[in-house]
């Protein structure tokens, strides 16, 4: 395992890097040679230029254009169930509507496509409950990804990191009725974690069996299982909002787990696909790589009944997520629908998301449920929505102490967040999408709740956003 994860790393940090050097603004493909051609180039999608064959065009490394470059062009604006997936931009092997935008920064090396894209956000938080808090810190996720076509199919590699060890101080930023983490021993409660500084690190493998059918493979040293959908990170309907879900802990908190592999089917609109992993959560120290055996299993199944639609379902056993609960093993549940429609100088993006875990040891569960929507207008603009409505345990009427002795987690209630937002892109840098924006989040509170929290607790941020994009495309 260990040299898996050696040679894994040093694979995909050499077309990351490969990717920086090359990269220049519009990241059009450089040409050493090139002979007088009877037509021109054009540029087939934005930050990407194609030759005709007849003008013996080269790539930076004297490689003519051919069918298999033309192909992982294809995906970058996919058409169809396949090729969204092996465009492999969201979390793990997860999908969105074909019809959805990722923003990135693209190049030719080769015969490699060198990708990289994420999502940084700079933000002053404050709350007005008694448990509320204040602070300033960034959240954030940066992709590099380089693929090829090898042998009869196509091969992904991806990494991707956070520094949010860094920039979120005290191992958690203020979200008012979060819980579900540990930190040394201790409740992580109405604040959310830092992701660690290694989300992924993957290797994926697509091999077409026909038209319509492919046959795909994931090994992650660390990745995402198929259990939930799209995590919210990298969900297009949450691309404007700089905090966590309140749900995150019933819908997709595996999205950083460790030693994934998954094997998926698709056939036209249908996909399959079944996952092994370790169970436990990663630990407070987020600059270290997690990993343990193989204990526990994931199945999905997804559907794309056309370009602007995505659904999935999927059901997980998982064993002893929690630190605190070492000897309770999970199942979770989770459905979810998105939507996204393209407009002129705009797009639309939603989810619709239930998530259910049930603990092993005593069967209590858990359900959350999700409304999400960002809208884009006039291409700079931009309203978000999340409405949460979110099952809860007795850990918050115990706070952020160590638990007392005999201690037994159960239900209490749920918790209704109502957030809305609006930000708008500014020029600061070439090729990054910075925009300004502010959100406000109210809450409903369950009776036993509010001596802690109050009745009508508030929450408010101002942030900074910052996103890379090449080409023409904003």
């Not at 994926?204 to 046959?215: F, N, S």
């Not at 966590?244 to 036209?268: C, K, N, P, Y």
């Not at 996204?340 to 998301?353: E, H, I, M, Q, Y």
């Amino acid at each position: 395992m260990k040299i898996f994860r050696a040679v894994a790393f040093i694979a995909l940090i050499m077309p990351s890097a490969l990717s920086a050097q090359d990269s220049m603004p519009g990241m059009q493909m450089e040409k050493k040679e090139q002979q007088t051609a009877p037509q021109p180039c054009v540029e087939t999608m934005p930050g990407m230029v194609m030759c005709p064959k007849e003008s013996s065009a080269k790539t930076d490394s004297g490689m003519q254009m051919n069918s298999g470059m033309k192909e992982l062009m294809d995906n970058m604006s996919p058409q169809t169930f396949l090729q969204q997936i092996r465009h492999h931009v969201s979390s793990g092997t997860s999908a969105e509507p074909d019809s959805t935008p990722a923003p990135m920064l693209m190049t030719m090396k080769g015969p490699w496509m060198l990708m990289a894209h994420g999502n940084v956000f700079l933000t002053e938080e404050q709350q007005t409950s008694p448990r509320g808090g204040d602070k300033l810190f960034s959240t954030n996720w940066l992709m590099f990804m380089g693929e090829r076509m090898w042998g009869p199919g196509q091969l992904t590699l991806r990494t991707m990191f956070s520094l949010e060890p860094a920039t979120i101080t005290g191992r958690r930023y203020p979200l008012l009725f979060q819980q579900g983490e540990t930190a040394f021993g201790v409740p992580i409660v109405d604040g959310q974690h830092p992701h660690d500084f290694l989300m992924e690190i993957a290797a994926l493998y697509d091999l077409k069996l026909g038209e319509k059918t492919l046959l795909s493979f994931y090994a992650a040293a660390m990745g995402d299982p198929a259990l939930g959908p799209t995590a919210y990170p990298h969900r297009q309907s949450a691309a404007e909002n700089p905090v966590g879900t309140l749900g995150h802990h019933q819908e997709d908190s595996t999205h950083i787990a460790a030693d994934v592999l998954t094997m998926g089917l698709t056939h036209g609109i249908v996909r399959v696909e079944a996952s092994g992993f370790h169970g436990r959560e990663p630990d407070e120290f987020r600059w270290d790589v997690n990993y343990g055996k193989i204990d526990s299993w994931s199945t999905r199944i997804t559907l794309q009944p056309g370009k602007n639609w995505s659904g999935q379902y999927s059901y997980g056993h998982i064993v002893s997520p929690e630190s605190l609960y070492p000897t309770e093993n999970q199942t979770r549940m989770t459905a979810s629908a998105m939507y996204n429609r393209p407009f002129k100088d705009g797009n639309w993006a939603s989810t619709v998301l239930w998530g259910r875990t049930l603990s092993q040891t005593d069967q209590s569960k858990l359900n959350s449920y999700l409304l999400e929507s960002t809208l884009r207008f006039k291409t700079r603009n931009y309203i978000s929505t999340r409405l949460e409505n979110a099952g809860r345990t007795n850990e918050l009427l115990n706070g952020e102490n160590p638990l007392p002795p005999g201690f037994h987690e159960e239900p209490i209630g749920h918790v209704q967040a109502y957030t809305f937002g609006y930000d708008r892109d500014i020029d600061l840098l070439p090729h990054v999408r910075s925009a300004v924006g502010a959100q406000v989040t109210t809450y409903g509170v369950p009776q036993i709740l509010q001596p802690i929290y109050g009745s009508r607790p508030v929450g408010f941020n101002v942030f900074l956003r910052f996103r890379p994009f090449s080409g023409k495309e904003r």
